[in-house]
T-cell receptor, first 116, second 115 residues
Framework: AQTVTQSQPEMSVQEAETVTLSCTYDTSESNYYLFWYKQPPSRQMILVIRQEAYKQQNATENRFSVNFQKAAKSFSLKISDSQLGDTAMYFCAFMKPYTNAGKSTFGDGTTLTVKP | GAVVSQHPSRVICKSGTSVKIECRSLDFQATTMFWYRQFPKQSLMLMATSNEGSKATYEQGVEKDKFLINHASLTLSTLTVTSAHPEDSSFYIC???????????FGSGTRLTVV
């Protein structure tokens, strides 16, 4: 079974600065998908960014980018120019396509606080 | 984009009664719906997977008779908490895949309080 580890339960960053959230995973598969989801205080889960394992290029979405290191099984999220609205719990998730009924494995989450 | 509408957002019920939570996919067909339970500041705990037209698949340790899941159509999945007790109080979330490798769309969650 796949496991996803987020080793930073809580982090904080000053507004406008950059922060990196860590995620490692364990799998023997070569083809899979990785995601970062955001859960703000409203508790609505939102997809932030996705990465296909067979693509070497790191995904980016505006201020959000990932550092995907397949050999190291690492998938960190970088948030640039942090904004107060980025305050949320962030979950890293792994999904193996065509297996396990489409289930994703979620990490335990990192609570990020952006300070003014 | 794909939207999953979840209702109610909050519900308070008396111990021993049943509560139904609905998740509707508004602009796409959700053949699969995942149901989670989440405790404060913790991760999502998958309870069950519902598939349209077939029985739900429950995760180990989840009581099938307490958490009844029905996926009656391609746009509606429901979770009924039967004979609710205070320990069932929690935040329940549904999610549907939005395409292979494109992650999930989540409902907005239901905060259940059993008194």
């Amino acid at each position: 079974a796949q496991t996803v580890t987020q080793s930073q339960p809580e982090m904080s960053v000053q507004e406008a600065e950059t922060v990196t959230l860590s995620c490692t995973y364990d799998t023997s598969e070569s083809n899979y998908y990785l995601f970062w989801y955001k859960q703000p205080p409203s508790r609505q889960m939102i997809l932030v960014i996705r990465q296909e394992a067979y693509k070497q290029q790191n995904a980016t979405e505006n201020r959000f980018s990932v550092n995907f290191q397949k050999a190291a099984k690492s998938f960190s999220l970088k948030i640039s120019d942090s904004q107060l609205g980025d305050t949320a719990m962030y979950f890293c998730a792994f999904m193996k396509p065509y297996t396990n009924a489409g289930k994703s494995t979620f990490g335990d989450g990192t609570t990020l606080t952006v300070k003014p | 984009g794909a939207v999953v509408s979840q209702h109610p957002s909050r519900v308070i019920c008396k111990s021993g009664t049943s509560v139904k939570i609905e998740c509707r996919s508004l602009d796409f067909q959700a053949t699969t719906m995942f149901w989670y339970r989440q405790f404060p500041k913790q991760s999502l705990m998958l309870m069950a997977t519902s598939n349209e037209g077939s029985k739900a698949t429950y995760e180990q340790g989840v009581e099938k008779d307490k958490f009844l899941i029905n996926h009656a159509s391609l746009t509606l999945s429901t979770l009924t908490v039967t004979s609710a007790h205070p320990e069932d109080s929690s935040f329940y979330i549904c999610s549907a895949p939005t395409g292979l490798g494109y992650g999930y769309t989540f409902g907005s969650g239901t905060r259940l309080t059993v008194v």
